[in-house]
C-alpha cells in the first residue's frame, strides 16, 4: 500500500506547489516505491519522465564528501590536512590577524568559520548562480572575508564543500569532476552523475516557486519564506568557464543517487571504506550549537540525533540533507530505508512542506 505517498504528491500537483518530480525509495536493498508524477515540462504538456537528470545543487555536497573520504582513505589526504597545505592561496586569518587553522575535517563538518553570503564582495559565487571565475579566482576572494567564528568553535552552513572541491582537484592533479569519477562515481557506477549533463532530452526544465510555480529564466532569484534570496543560473552547467562546484555544480538522476546512498548505507560499495562511512554517519561536530533542533552533523549531512526534538519519523542515526533545485534525500541504517526526492520546483521541493509531508508519508505507508 502507497496510499499516504501518493496523496501527498497528487496533492502537491493539485495544489500546484510542485510541478513535477520523482520518489525512489529502497528498504533493506529492494525497490519499496518508485513513481513519477506531474510534469516534466508542463508548458509543453510532457509529463514527467522515469530517471530524469535534475541539476542537483546541494545534492552535489555528500558525493565530493565521500570522494574525500575515499582520497584519504588512499592515502592522498588527511582529514586533518590544514586546506593552506593544498591551497597556498585560502589562508583566511582570525580578527587578531593570526592565520586561522582550517582543516579538511572542518570544511566536510561545515565548521570552518565560512559562510554563503558574502555582500561585502557581490563578485562572490556560492556555485548556483552565474559565474566565469575560477576556483582560485573565486575562493581567494572567500579568503579575504572576515570568518563567521574560529574553526571548530561553530557550525554554519557555507561554501565549505566548494572550498573542499578545490583542495580535491589540486591534490588529484585535475579537475574536480576527473577526481569524483575516478574516485567514487565511476566506481559506483554513476554514469549519468557529474559535472555534465548526460542527456541534454532528459534534463527536467527548472521552476521557480509561485502560485503556480514558473519556469526559471536565466538568471533566477528565488527568494524565501523569510526573506533569504538565492541566485540560479540554470544554464551553468553548460557554462565551460565557470569553475566546478563542489558544493552545488552536479547533475544526475535519482537512480544515480540511490546507487550512492545505498553503498553508503552498505558500507562505502567499494569506494569508500566501512571505518570512513561510520565516521561520516555519525556526529562529528560534537556538542557545537546548531539551530535544527535533535540534529547533529556528519560528513554526509545532518544526523537525526533525537527524533522526538528533530520532529522526525525516523530513526535515531538517520542521516539526511537535500538540494535547493527541488531534492531531499534520507538514509535510515536502523529501519534500512533509503529515500530519494528530486522535483523540478524550487525551493519547495527542498525547503518546503512537501518534503517533510513525504516523508512522513513513506514512514507511514512502508515501515
Known amino acids: 500500500m502507497s496510499s499516504h505517498i501518493d496523496a501527498v504528491m497528487d496533492e502537491a500537483v493539485d495544489k500546484q506547489s510542485i510541478v513535477g518530480g520523482e520518489l525512489v525509495v ?12 506531474g510534469w516534466f515540462d508542463r508548458e509543453a504538456g510532457i509529463d514527467m519522465i522515469d530517471n530524469a537528470i535534475y541539476r542537483l545543487a546541494s ?3 555528500p558525493i565530493v ?23 597556498d592561496w585560502f589562508a583566511p586569518r582570525l580578527d587578531d590577524g593570526s ?13 570552518a568559520g565560512l559562510a554563503y553570503a558574502y555582500p561585502a564582495d557581490p563578485e562572490i559565487s556560492g556555485g548556483l548562480g552565474p559565474t566565469e571565475l575560477t ?5 581567494s576572494r572567500v579568503a579575504r572575508q572576515k570568518l563567521e567564528y574560529e574553526p571548530g568553535t561553530g557550525w554554519l552552513y557555507s561554501v565549505a564543500i566548494d572550498v573542499l572541491g578545490a583542495v580535491l582537484a589540486q591534490v588529484h592533479g585535475a579537475s574536480l569532476g576527473d577526481a569524483v569519477r575516478t574516485h567514487v562515481t565511476g566506481p559506483l557506477g554513476m554514469t549519468e552523475t557529474g559535472f555534465f549533463v548526460a542527456d541534454e532530452q532528459r534534463l527536467a526544465k527548472p521552476y521557480a516557486d509561485g502560485t503556480p510555480p514558473m519556469p526559471m529564466a536565466e538568471p533566477q532569484v528565488v527568494t524565501d519564506d523569510e526573506g533569504n534570496s538565492r541566485v540560479f543560473s540554470p544554464a551553468r552547467i553548460f557554462h565551460p568557464r565557470a569553475f566546478q562546484s563542489g558544493g552545488a555544480g552536479m547533475a544526475g538522476t535519482p537512480g544515480d543517487m540511490l546507487r550512492f546512498l545505498e553503498a553508503m548505507r552498505n558500507g562505502g560499495g567499494g569506494a569508500v571504506s566501512r571505518e570512513s562511512v561510520a565516521l561520516a554517519f555519525s556526529n562529528r561536530i560534537g556538542d557545537i550549537a546548531r539551530k535544527d533542533a535533535g540534529q547533529r552533523f556528519g560528513y554526509l549531512g545532518a544526523i537525526v540525533a533525537d527524533p522526538v526534538a528533530a520532529n522526525s519519523p525516523s530513526a535515531a542515526g538517520t542521516v539526511n540533507w537535500g538540494g535547493v533545485y527541488g531534492h531531499s534525500w ?30 512522513r508519508a513513506v514512514y507511514a505507508d512502508l515501515t
Open 99 to 111: 592565520p586561522a587553522r582550517i582543516t579538511i575535517h572542518h570544511l566536510l563538518t561545515h565548521t
Open 135 to 139: 576556483l582560485e579566482e573565486n575562493f
Open 330 to 359: 534520507l538514509v535510515d541504517p536502523v529501519n534500512g530505508l533509503t529515500i530519494v526526492s528530486m522535483t523540478n520546483t524550487a525551493l519547495e521541493g527542498c525547503t518546503g512542506q512537501y518534503p517533510k509531508d513525504l516523508i
Open 59 to 61: 545534492v552535489t555536497k
Open 65 to 87: 564528501a565521500a570522494t574525500a573520504l575515499a582520497m584519504a582513505d588512499k592515502g592522498l589526504l588527511s582529514l586533518e590536512d590544514p586546506v593552506s597545505a593544498h591551497l
Open 26 to 37: 529502497a528498504r533493506h536493498g529492494d525497490i519499496a516505491y518508485r513513481r513519477s508524477f
